[in-house]
């Protein structure tokens, strides 16, 4: 095959690929492209637009997770790769 076929083959795979992910690549883009100072206002403006979302309703019973109170420990050892320099 000469190398203007083998180009043309993958222009098309290529551009196949893309159509079939085509909302996953933009929703890729618009991550990427999110805090970017040109477009920061509008794309916080239009967020609902931009990502999935749910409303989350409030159960009639609301659920109370055990509690263990402790004391905490008077000292505390770091590790020298903790502590940031």
Same mark, same amino acid.
């Given at each position: 095959?000469?190398?203007?076929?083998?180009?043309?083959?993958?222009?098309?795979?290529?551009? !196949?690929?893309?159509?079939?992910?085509?909302?996953?690549?933009?929703?890729?883009?618009?991550?990427?492209?999110?805090?970017?100072?040109?477009? &920061?206002?509008?794309?916080?403006?239009?967020?609902?637009? &931009?990502? =999935? =979302? !749910?409303? &989350?309703?409030?159960? =009639?019973?609301?659920?109370?997770? =055990?509690?263990?109170?402790?004391?905490?420990?008077?000292?505390?050892?770091?590790?020298?790769?903790? &502590?940031?320099?």
């Amino acid at each position: 095959m000469s190398p203007l076929k083998i180009g043309l083959v993958l222009l098309v795979l290529i551009s !196949a690929i893309c159509s079939l992910l085509h909302k996953e690549l933009t929703r890729v883009y618009q991550v990427i492209t999110l805090f970017y100072p040109d477009r &920061i206002v509008n794309n916080f403006r239009k967020m609902d637009a &931009i990502f =999935a =979302a !749910a409303a &989350i309703h409030r159960p =009639a019973v609301s659920h109370t997770f =055990a509690r263990q109170p402790t004391n905490l420990s008077k000292t505390y050892l770091a590790r020298k790769k903790d &502590i940031a320099t």
